[in-house]
């Protein structure tokens, strides 16, 4: 019988997560998929197994569904979770609150639940760079005041609270919030990537759609900012790297006390314009655009600043804009419809 250590990966099919799921078999985990399925494909799954050449165990539960985690959880003994499970898309969240809420927070507070009483203490949460509203100094700290601007805003907020404090009232608990900036790429052989359903909310993919043919122009959404070139500056980050991050997360649990926020980003930002032309060298494309108004909710400028996971977990970003275009090309061309092709 193996002695890796079993680590429960909530959302393991989703774009993050299947990265994760090989980074962490590279590492000398095993870890144990639970997912509804909701925003996600078994072939991302199937993928992951042919690649690592593992059989990760999967189970198509959802998170509010108790009695099937339990079981899930029962069978396997996890030491540690990487919590991925979520509703991610701020526009949605908008028009749906309730079901962002009833996703996303009753999600969280059912694995919390089963984990506790399985003794399972040991998490890594998805947050994200949203937590910090419109803070508007930048490079971005971990201890700018947080705030939200949307209800999936409000969700990593919570979740953040609820996991400080639960740590707070067991101190068994550790909990690493890991704050993603812009995640972008895909594994280097092209086989999983970022597989949005229906028409792409952010910038990458909805670029890489335009580069392959499947929809005419890109807009981009102001050119008026006080940036250098007037278009949005974000930090964007390379998923393999994002996913090591989770790896050396949890190498990092044992040495901390109850709950940590980290930021996860390369602390460099990058033009709308740049990753723009970062693609069509990329992909050798010409990738036609049109300037449009401003997207509500939107800040001008976001970058970390990444020095505390650089001195907690030991860890950096490796790759550049130029390997996040060639990587997120090579999944758009040779899967031009995603998993569904
Ligand atoms: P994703 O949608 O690809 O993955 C999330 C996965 O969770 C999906 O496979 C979905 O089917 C699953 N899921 C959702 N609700 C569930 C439930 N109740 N029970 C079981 N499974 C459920 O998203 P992603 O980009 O891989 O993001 C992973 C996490 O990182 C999310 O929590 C997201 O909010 C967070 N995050 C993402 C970004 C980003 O830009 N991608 C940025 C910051 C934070
Ligand atoms: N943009 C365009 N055109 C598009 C899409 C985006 O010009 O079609 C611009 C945006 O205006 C912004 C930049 O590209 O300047 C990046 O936009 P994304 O939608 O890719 O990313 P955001 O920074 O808006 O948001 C992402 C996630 C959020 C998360 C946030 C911080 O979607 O969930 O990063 O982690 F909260």
New binding site residues.
């Given amino acids: 019988m193996s002695t890796a250590p079993v680590v429960l990966v909530?959302?393991?099919?989703?774009?993050?997560?299947?990265h994760t799921l090989i980074a962490l078999h590279e590492a000398g985990y095993a870890p144990v998929v639970?997912?509804?399925?909701?925003?996600?494909s078994l072939r991302?799954i199937e993928r992951v197994r042919a690649l690592t050449q593992a059989q990760i165990p999967f189970h198509q539960?959802?998170?509010?569904?108790g009695p099937a985690l339990s079981q899930v959880v029962a069978q396997h003994q996890p030491q540690a979770c990487i919590?991925?499970?979520?509703?991610?898309a701020v526009g949605e969240s908008v028009a749906q609150p309730l079901r962002y809420y009833h996703?996303?927070l009753?999600?969280t507070m059912e694995l919390l639940r089963v984990l506790e009483e399985a003794e399972c203490f040991h998490m890594v949460f998805?947050?994200?760079?949203?937590v910090y509203g419109d803070a508007q100094e930048m490079p971005l700290t971990e201890d700018v005041p947080l705030s939200a601007t949307n209800p999936?805003g409000r969700?990593?907020l919570f979740i953040e609270h609820m996991l400080f404090d639960v740590a707070a009232a067991q101190k068994r608990w550790r909990c690493m919030n890991l704050?993603?900036?812009?995640?972008?790429g895909a594994h280097p052989s092209g086989q999983i990537g970022?597989?949005?359903s229906g028409i792409p909310n952010?910038l990458m993919p909805f670029i890489t759609q335009v580069a392959v043919g499947r929809r005419p122009h890109l807009q981009i959404f102001g050119d008026d900012y006080s940036t250098p070139d007037g278009t949005g500056v974000r930090d964007y980050i390379h998923v393999v790297d994002l996913a090591k991050a989770h790896v050396a997360a949890l190498a990092a649990l044992p040495k901390i006390t109850g709950c940590e926020a980290v930021n996860v980003g390369t602390g460099r930002g990058s033009s709308v314009l740049e990753v723009l032309r970062a693609m069509e060298a990329a992909s050798g494309r010409a990738i036609p655009y049109q300037v449009a108004p401003r997207r509500a909710g939107d800040v001008a400028v976001s970058y970390a600043d990444p020095s505390k996971a650089q001195r907690l977990l030991g860890w950096q970003a490796e790759h550049d804009l130029t390997a996040m275009c060639q990587d997120a090309w090579r999944w758009q061309e040779q899967n031009p419809q995603g998993y569904a092709g």
């Fill in positions: 909530t959302g393991g099919a989703g774009y993050i997560g299947s639970v997912d509804n399925l909701d925003n996600a991302a539960v959802d998170l509010r569904d919590h991925f499970a979520g509703l991610k996703n996303n009753l999600g998805s947050s994200s760079a949203t999936y969700t990593k704050r993603y900036f812009n995640p972008v970022e597989d949005p952010n």
